[in-house]
């Protein structure tokens, strides 16, 4: 079962999942996110897992908030309250799926600390490279961008494309801008157009970002990668970008 409950600031929201997850409880909770997001545009979040119905009872939980990309881009904060340790582990990798999140896991009995936690403003991102983006479908490939790429970054694009060219036959990929070091998207895609081994092997790209001059520069960009379709979407405009892709 899953009940709300509100926290010390207008922009902080949390709920308790005790049991099973079920549908009413559910709603409440995506109505009360959305609520928050509406009205502060930003939401840190403070989730208190006492009982849970397993592995499954918990995938389905969290397969209906990733469903909801909208929302999730806007959680900006996330505490996670639970004494089990396979969640623990879990939780873990969330900020590999959502790039733009900070995810933190407290002991049930750390409720004051999660809370001191989540009322710290985030601290900026210090740490460059790629990182995956889940985007629920096997065939599709999901990157974000943090800062400048180097040769180890490269690399591990490299692999990644390689496995879905061997499975899929050709690749689809989005690119997440989180940042880019004042590096724009027409020498970020011409950088990686001369470190991808498997260009060729590349058919749809879709980049995401919300800077100024995105749109533009991969207007431009596309206009001379024939062959190969290119286009730019806004961070709202994900889901769009995903179905473009698919």
Do not use: C
Not at 136 to 150: D, F, H, W
């Amino acid at each position: 079962m899953i009940s709300v409950f509100p926290l010390s600031q207008d922009n902080m929201l949390g709920f308790t999942l005790d049991g099973e997850v079920d549908e009413e409880g559910m709603r409440r909770l995506l109505m009360a996110v959305e609520a928050k997001v509406v009205t502060h545009g930003r939401l840190r979040l403070l989730g208190n897992i006492k009982n849970v119905g397993g592995f499954p009872s918990y995938q389905a939980f969290w397969n209906t908030i990733k469903a909801k990309k909208e929302l999730l881009d806007k959680i900006e904060k996330y505490a996670i309250l639970t004494d089990h340790g396979w969640l623990t582990t879990l939780s873990g990798g969330i900020d590999w799926i959502t790039p733009r999140m900070e995810v933190k896991t407290f002991r049930l009995d750390e409720g004051e600390i999660a809370h001191r936690w989540l009322k710290i403003d985030k601290e900026p991102l210090v740490s460059n490279g790629v990182k995956e983006i889940d985007l629920g479908s096997s065939r599709l490939l999901g990157l974000a961008i943090v800062g400048k790429l180097n040769t180890a970054d490269y690399d591990r694009i490299n692999a990644l494309v390689e496995e879905k060219v061997r499975h899929h036959g050709k690749a689809r990929i989005l690119l997440e801008i989180v940042s880019t070091d004042g590096i724009n998207a027409r020498t970020l895609w011409e950088d990686l157009k001369t470190s991808i081994k498997y260009y060729k092997d590349l058919e749809r790209v879709a980049i995401v970002g919300d800077q100024t001059w995105l749109k533009t520069s991969v207007k431009l960009s596309d206009l001379l990668t024939p062959g190969l379709d290119l286009a730019a979407f806004s961070t709202v405009e994900r889901n769009r970008a995903i179905a473009w892709l698919d």
